[in-house]
């Protein structure tokens, strides 16, 4: 009988804290895969006001057994607890108090980020399943809500990020085993996507100048200043466009300002559907992947951009740091150039000028080595073995 054969229930619970989800690939794709494997699952959200606003909040769920459930914002709770009575931080409060009554109808639960991992730590203990962590974002090793994350990674089944140097950073902060920490990237599902499209020169006046993208949130960790302050030394066949979503108003109207008049600058804002995002990937002939260390998590993003592998899987090869795991995919893995400062950009972007169509090649025949489903199926076949492995162990005990 396989593993998958023994599930109880054929439900998997995907839980978050974080209120950005529908810009959260991760959990996205991992609904996506599970359901296509013939689980429901349902993907705890919360839903919040600011972020409804500037169309991140609930992510969009095409596969129909994969559901949404969210829970609403504001509202007093009482304070929640594990079952030894450790005190769980007050932003869970509403949701165990809201889902922890219920009956278990799920064969296991993910928890994505330290939020969502102690808000599904506390379900499972209430249904006696098993949880699994799955790491995005991580945390400095002086975060007040470290000591219980550490301890609520030791209590999973195993814990996920996004490549081997931030798993191993993980462990190292919360101080599991490297082993218990597996690797699942970043990535989408889905076959390349060769057809190069048009939406950034049917939206602005770019004319036959090559477009140069930064997408996702505009923020300065992204390099979005050095970008701006270099832009008069590229080479001229380049437009630089920025794409996505500005949540500080001061450096909203620092971006707005520099493209204000520029023909060779242009900004779009505004979250497009699910089933178009990837024709702004498509539009680009360059990405900009920039995280400056501005903390734990920024200083070792390494290869964990989830827009790394959107443009990768449109045979767009990418600029981006000169540091450890980025350094490996652009630089040894040759899908673009890795620079130390931003004034090597311009230079970086004359390099992919001269090596375009190589660039391109490679980029299409490697995404299919990082494509999600294919890593995330030996993670799912392990994930199985170990919950249904136990549950059968138990019965037959």
Known sequence: MSPAARSPFRRVGLVLAHPWARISTAPQMTAQYLASQGYEVDVFVD???DMEGMGINLPEMPHPRALLRVCPQGGEAP?????DGTPLPREHWRFVERYGAEENRYDWLIGFDPGGLTRAAALAERWRIPFVYHSLEIDDADHPNKPLERRLTAAALFSLSQDRLRADLLARLNQVD???VHVSINSTIGPVLPEHKRYFHERFPIGNRRVVLAIGTLLPFGGIRGFIETKPLWPE???LVFHGWLPDPDFKRYVEDAVRGNDSMFLSTGIVALDEKFDLFQSADVGLVFFEP?????ANAGASAG????????GVPCVGDDKPGMRELLTDQKLGVAIKDYAQLPGALANISARRDELRERCLELFPSFEFSRVYEPILAMTEARVFGA?????AA
């Open 47 to 49: 839903q919040n006001a």
């Open 294 to 298: 501005s903390d734990v998590n920024h």
């Open 237 to 239: 066949e380049y437009a």
């Open 178 to 180: 490297p082993a218990s």
């Open 307 to 314: 827009k790394f592998f959107d443009f990768m899987r449109c």
């Open 79 to 83: 304070p929640a607890t594990l079952d």
């Open 391 to 395: 549950v059968m162990s138990g019965a």
